[in-house]
């Protein structure tokens, strides 16, 4: 399951004054990334979103952008997008540099390794001297029971050891202990991987929907709550159906028409294909497309 705010987070710290700030924090997102990537928890080629602060200003900045890093492997790479970098850089002296890169994984599961879209978030910073790396995931797949208190060993046994090991590989590579920050709504990070909540009758914590579907609902205040009905994320491939109308795909004020339909439509006890079919109109010839979910939110975004 993939929450919408951390689920876990662990931090690394140095004190470094061995190169610039532009190129220390390129240095360690790439270190980073190229440890995790090893493990197959993040897959292709990171996209890097940069800012370089002006020193001595809280809202100016002489560089904001993404960067396509070519590889991550070794320092080339981060001393090229330095140099990338330095040539767009406005007048003023560095401060802060900030780096980060939302990533798409390999969960392993019972009979093959499936993609997944957001789970995790590669930070890295510098200033004055120090350097910071901060790893965030929004899986759950690294804990004994699911974010619904769910037991889930199989998930557990194939992916929990590969965190462990990236979590003891990054403190070697960026010279620092890992620290795990505070415990999140969801879990509780510790130096190898991440804990349930559990009841005072020992169960773990349903703590999806006790704080995701509540978050959930402020966040999409104008939809309909996420209650009882069809799934909203699913593994593997799902159907789909392009709803068009004069001026091409509709959006979002469509989208909350089509929740509502939707919602009727599991009270009348409709499959959701049966679902899908009926409320796009299709004949009995016709099949929605299929696509893994990962790919369709590709094709949803525009990417």
Request: aromatic content about 8%.
């Amino acid at each position: 399951m993939i929450a919408s705010t951390p689920v876990a987070r662990w931090t690394w710290g140095r004190d470094d004054d061995s190169a610039d700030a532009l190129v220390r924090c390129l240095r360690d997102l790439l270190a980073a990334y190229s440890v995790l990537a090893a493990h197959r928890l993040v897959i292709g080629e990171p996209k890097v979103l940069l800012t370089v602060a002006e020193s001595g200003t809280s809202n100016s900045h002489l560089f904001r952008g993404e960067l396509a890093a070519a590889g991550t492997q070794g320092l080339g790479e981060a001393d090229r997008l330095a140099r990338e970098v330095a040539t767009g850089l406005r007048p003023g002296e560095i401060g802060a540099v900030d780096a980060s890169a939302d990533c798409a994984g390999m969960l392993v599961g019972e009979t093959e390794e499936v993609p997944q879209a957001g789970l995790f978030r590669l930070g890295a910073s510098a200033f004055a001297g120090f350097a910071g790396t901060e790893l965030v995931t929004f899986s759950d797949a690294w804990m004994l029971y699911d974010l619904k208190g769910r037991p889930q060993p199989a998930l557990h046994v194939a992916n929990a050891p590969r965190l462990s090991a990236a979590l003891r590989e990054l403190s070697e590579v960026l010279g620092s202990e890992t620290d795990p920050e505070d415990s999140t709504y969801f879990g509780k990070p510790t130096e190898t991987g991440v804990d349930n909540f559990f009841d005072d009758d020992g169960t773990a914590s349903d703590v999806w929907t006790g704080f995701e579907i509540p978050y959930r609902n402020r966040v999409f205040h104008h939809t309909p709550g996420f209650a009882a009905g069809y799934r909203r994320s699913a593994d593997g491939e799902v159907q789909y159906v392009p709803v068009h109308g004069e001026h091409g795909v509709l959006g979002y004020r469509a989208g909350l028409l089509w929740l509502e339909r939707l919602s009727s439509a599991h009270e009348d006890g409709l499959a959701p294909s049966r679902a899908l079919a009926e409320l796009a109109g299709l004949s009995a010839e016709e099949r929605p497309g299929t696509l893994h979910l990962t790919s369709l939110r590709e094709l949803a975004s525009g990417n």
